[in-house]
T-cell receptor
């Protein structure tokens, strides 16, 4: 059973396009995250939602807009894609009584 | 600013040897630390964690040591196997219930 899933796994698109990445967790967790991992494997937090409410918003361009329709889903929409957006994006979630974040398999975004 | 860093970006060991991966942290407010393993093409996977009221914790073939005096964290892997080859990240919570700050990652290569 997949705990944290993301779609698509690979996304190749042209500069200037708008795209979305979806994330779902079936762990019953209250908090979800989006991370960006660059080519040097550095993992940086972007956003976090707790029960559909934004609780962490790092310095991310406003072209990135997270949406949480319910606490099991956190989607990431990116407008006007740029070359520098190319990276692997990871979704993660955490339960209410734990500190351990569980990660999805990642979405590799390539902007041409 | 506060940061979590690694002493060695790469580590190469022979199969059967013990591996030690080190991590330095600087946020004295951190009270929770985690080690993650990331295999190629996959998301980070939880290995072991430790709270600041402990200095050692053991799992299956893995041990995490925490030295709060010098703000140092290490991951020891016993009898390293080829399947242990991956990038290993340490992470700290900075005293927050929700936010993890990740270190740079160490690439462990196990030679048969």
């Amino acid at each position: 059973d997949t705990a944290v899933s993301q779609t698509p796994k690979y996304l190749v698109t042209q500069m200037g396009n708008d795209k979305s990445i979806k994330c779902e967790q079936n762990l019953g967790h209250d908090t979800m995250y989006w991370y960006k991992q660059d080519s040097k494997k550095f993992l940086k937090i972007m956003f976090s939602y707790n029960n559909k409410e934004l609780i962490i918003n790092e310095t991310v361009p406003n072209r990135f807009s997270p949406k949480s329709p319910d606490k099991a889903h956190l989607n990431l929409h990116i407008n006007s894609l740029e070359l520098g957006d190319s990276a692997v994006y990871f979704c993660a979630s955490i339960g209410q009584n734990t500190d351990t974040q569980y990660f999805g398999p990642g979405t590799r975004l390539t902007v041409l | 600013g506060e940061s979590v860093g690694l002493h060695l970006p790469t580590l190469s060991v022979q199969e059967g040897d013990n591996s030690i991966i080190n991590c330095a942290y600087s946020n004295s407010a951190s009270d929770y630390f985690i080690w993650y393993k990331q295999e190629s093409g996959k998301g980070p996977q939880f290995i072991i964690d430790i709270r600041s009221n402990m200095d050692k914790r053991q799992g299956q073939r893995v041990t995490v040591l925490l030295n709060k005096t010098v703000k140092h964290l290490s991951l020891q892997i016993a009898a390293t196997q080829p399947g242990d080859s991956a990038v290993y990240f340490c992470a700290e919570n900075g005293g927050s219930n929700y936010k993890l700050t990740f270190g740079k990652g160490t690439l462990l290569t196990v030679n048969p």
